[in-house]
């Protein structure tokens, strides 16, 4: 069974940072791309970042971009979202996804990947 355990969520104020982890379990290949969203309560789901197999097609969320940093840990099966001066607006549910195809180049739209985590909080503080 393919299941994405994110981790790393919790209570932070205002210009503090988290790191978030997405672990992938039971790929027998590698996944193709990778990517964090999050969703408060009643709005869409937003894309956040995006990265393809390679490190590459890196893709930020304007709303997080020079603020947000994703990376791929290859050996160790994970993505991370690394994420500095928090405000109260990135304060939400954070889920990780993937897409089954290597070849599949989705973005940040949240419709065109198939695997999802369960998602990990994130909570002001203040």
């Known amino acids: 069974e393919i299941q994405l355990i994110e981790s790393g969520g919790g209570s932070v104020q205002s210009g503090g940072s988290l790191r978030l982890s997405c672990a992938v379990y039971g790929f027998t290949y590698s996944p193709g791309c990778m990517g964090w969203f999050r969703q408060a309560p009643g709005k869409e789901r937003e894309g956040v970042a995006s990265?393809?197999?390679?490190?590459?097609?890196?893709l930020y969320a304007a709303s997080v971009k020079g603020r947000f940093t994703i990376s791929v840990d290859n050996a160790e099966r994970t993505v991370y979202l690394e994420m500095n001066n928090l405000t109260s607006e990135d304060t939400t549910t954070y889920y990780c996804a993937a897409v089954g195809l290597k070849n599949v180049r989705p973005g940040l739209d949240p419709d065109r990947y198939n695997i999802w985590g369960e998602g990990t909080k994130v909570t002001d503080s203040s």
């Open positions: 990265v393809c197999p390679g490190g590459e097609d890196i």
